[in-house]
């Protein structure tokens, strides 16, 4: 106890808190990266994805500064380009209002997933097989840091890279520190 009054005199007591969560309050559904948030809004969106034969790479909801930002990251065979972005813009924003699912104003962006992606999720490895791939681990994997090739496999234990030599590896993902799309044009 005489260490919390030590700290109550040097910083003061609080005059009030907030603890969203507990009493019978819910905490905001779209806090963070709420994955049942986004989940929903996935659903909401989806017959609009599918109608401009998109796949959708990657969701995010976040807080930046004072307003809520919603990205969708969307490609389709051959690229996603900016009308594809626009029209999913304009579709999904409609679609959203009607929906109401997010009664506060935010910002809706609409993008191509980029041509050094770094890849993060189940998701967006599963958009990659078939694609250039460049990764990293913290450990060593058969002698070697880093691993270059077309992304033939993605589990959830493993990639398997396939390189020019012919080769292929097999990389565990608990060792991965990064791992991005690697653009042809990059290539030494």
Do not use: N
């Amino acid at each position: 106890m005489a260490t919390c009054a030590k700290v109550l005199t040097k910083v003061g007591a609080a005059h009030f808190f907030v603890l969203y969560g507990a009493w019978g309050m819910e905490m905001d559904p779209r806090a963070g990266d709420g994955e049942a948030f986004v989940a929903k809004v996935e659903a909401v969106v989806s017959p609009v994805l599918e109608a401009h034969a998109l796949k959708l790479v990657d969701l995010q909801w976040r807080r930046e500064g004072r307003r809520w930002v919603l990205r969708f990251f969307v490609d389709k065979p051959g690229g996603a380009g900016i009308v594809d972005c626009q029209r999913l813009s304009h579709e999904a924003g409609d679609v959203l209002d009607v929906s109401g699912l997010i009664p506060e104003s935010y910002d809706l962006e609409v993008s191509s997933p980029g041509l050094d992606r770094e890849l993060r999720t189940d998701r967006e490895f599963a958009w990659a097989v078939g694609k250039d791939v460049r990764c990293w681990v913290r450990e060593p994997v058969d002698g070697r840091l880093e691993f270059a090739g077309r992304l033939e496999g993605a589990g959830p234990e493993r990639l398997a890279i396939a390189a020019a030599d012919g080769g292929t590896a097999e990389v565990p993902r608990a060792l991965l520190t990064k791992a991005r799309l690697d653009p042809l044009f990059r290539r030494t």
